[in-house]
């Protein structure tokens, strides 16, 4: 006689494990875009920022996710329901000034991004082989990356690289391993704290750009247009823009999470050990001592380097798109080299300049910090193009923003506009 209390068990359980299956397999453009925002110029914007102020700044890990989330929800939508990236709208449905302003506004940071992330892959790789000159591995990674691009479907690619960003989740661990007051920890995260200098303004907006970043619009709108094509004659629905907007709030979310706890390490060990500046990466490698002593650089050097070949291709791709649609030039990481020469010439040249920013004596640490910087200035030029096209029926039909779409976007434009003016007066004021 069969036991039908073992067989209902079982039963449920494969629906549980169907049921995860599911969820599971609608995490695609929007998982990659939260790992690929953790990339070298994340790590070390936030180290920076644990260790220069300690727990000060955790707060903006919490503001951050909802404003960064309904962003790239906006980007996620517009390229479903048009089937196009920004440019693309852009050129179509406005004034061809505004499609270059966004153009001229994005191109710099991606470029000078992409030399940073190949600069400290660079440097963190001559931590663990020192007889090796980091600008010889900045040659070494920027040849492989190459090859990946061109030669590689970067799903395939990004779909190994993604698992190195899980040596992110150290992290996680770290600050455990030390006392903490996890009342200040609480404190910190709620409540913003705010300090009306130079130092802690240009932190913020590093914060802010690292996170809130303009090449994550571009590539998410494009990566929805890539799978809109891979299922041809989908009818968009609510459903699918339900689905669309968990795959985003988790890579989000996730990308916040490792964002926080960085931020967390740093600025519990780091900070009290009276490491206040981070010039090399050395000193960041420090903040994972405590868990792996003197195999915290190859953890340190694995997570760099992972993140960096996960957000290349992302950064590269992201400022392909952008001049391939703007010139009408045949595009798709998952073409061939003949099928799409002009992008793939971009994307050559892109590394190749970033390459070349290695040679002009700016340290990696700090060129990534300054990438973050350029972002958050030009962030709000972007975020303001993507409210008006994501609100704009001629483009978007039906799916316009609701109402908590516009309030977190205009609280996004109103923070990221406000945190640049304030580093600019400082910056020239005194």
Same mark, same amino acid.
């Given at each position: ?6 067989? !209902? ?16 397999? *609608? ?9 690929? !925002? ?17 727990? /000060? ?66 440097? =963190?790789? /001559?931590?663990?082989? &020192?007889?090796? &000159? ?6 070494? $990674?920027?040849? *492989? ?23 992110? +989740? ?6 455990? *391993? ?13 409540? &913003? ?7 802690? @303004? ?24 890539? /799978? ?7 009818? =968009? ?8 907007? $968990? ?9 916040? =999470?490792?964002?926080?706890?960085? @931020? ?6 780091? $900070? ?15 903040? +994972?001592?405590?868990? %792996? ?7 340190? %050097? ?48 892109? +590394? ?5 920013? /290695? ?72």
């Amino acid at each position: 006689m069969a036991d039908t209390g073992t067989d !209902d068990k079982k039963e449920e359980k494969d629906q549980e494990d169907r049921g995860l299956t599911k969820w599971l397999k *609608l995490l695609g453009p929007g998982l990659v875009t939260g790992a690929s !925002d953790d990339d070298p110029s994340g790590i070390a914007t936030y180290s920076q920022a644990g260790a220069q102020y300690g727990l /000060n700044t955790l707060w903006t890990a919490l503001i951050t996710f909802p404003l960064m989330a309904s962003i790239q929800e906006m980007c996620a939508r517009i390229g479903i329901v048009t089937t196009r990236g920004l440019t693309g709208i852009l050129k179509k449905h406005y004034p061809a000034p505004i499609l270059w302003l966004m153009v001229v506004f994005s191109l710099p940071a991606i470029i000078l991004n992409i030399g940073a992330d190949i600069a400290g892959m660079g440097a =963190v790789a /001559n931590l663990i082989i &020192p007889a090796v &000159p980091a600008l010889w591995f900045s040659v070494i $990674f920027t040849v *492989l990356l190459l090859g990946a691009i061109i030669w590689l479907p970067y799903a395939k690619v990004a779909s190994v690289l993604k698992w190195l960003c899980a040596v992110l +989740l150290v992290y996680l661990i770290v600050p455990f *391993l030390a006392h903490l007051d996890w009342a200040k920890v609480a404190r910190d995260t709620l409540v &913003p704290h705010i300090e009306w200098n130079k130092a802690y @303004i240009n932190v913020l907006v590093a914060i802010l750009g690292t996170t809130i970043s303009p090449y994550l619009f571009f590539w998410q709108a494009n990566m929805e247009v890539e /799978n809109a094509k891979q299922s041809k004659g989908l009818i =968009v629905d609510r459903k699918q823009i339900k689905e669309m907007g $968990f795959d985003v709030d988790i890579g989000m979310l996730f990308s916040n =999470v490792v964002m926080f706890f960085i @931020i967390l390490t740093t600025g519990t060990v780091l $900070f009290n050990a009276g490491i206040h500046q981070i010039d090399t990466v050395e000193q960041a490698a420090k903040a +994972l001592e405590p868990l %792996a002593g003197d195999a915290a650089y190859y953890l340190f %050097a694995l997570g760099i380097i992972g993140t960096g070949f996960l957000a290349i291709p992302v950064l590269s791709g992201s400022l392909s798109y952008i001049l391939s649609e703007t010139f009408g030039w045949e595009e798709g990481l998952d073409k061939r080299f003949n099928e799409a020469p002009a992008f793939y010439g971009v994307i050559i040249v892109a +590394l190749l300049v970033g390459l070349a920013i /290695n040679y002009v004596g700016i340290s990696p640490i700090q060129a990534l910090i300054w990438s973050a910087i350029l972002y958050g200035l030009t962030s709000p030029v972007i975020i303001a193009i993507v409210l008006h096209i994501s609100n704009n029926k001629a483009v978007m039909g039906e799916f316009t923003n609701g109402l908590w779409s516009n309030i977190l976007g205009a609280l996004t434009f109103v923070l990221m506009t406000a945190a640049a003016g304030f580093m600019l007066y400082f910056q020239f004021a005194g």
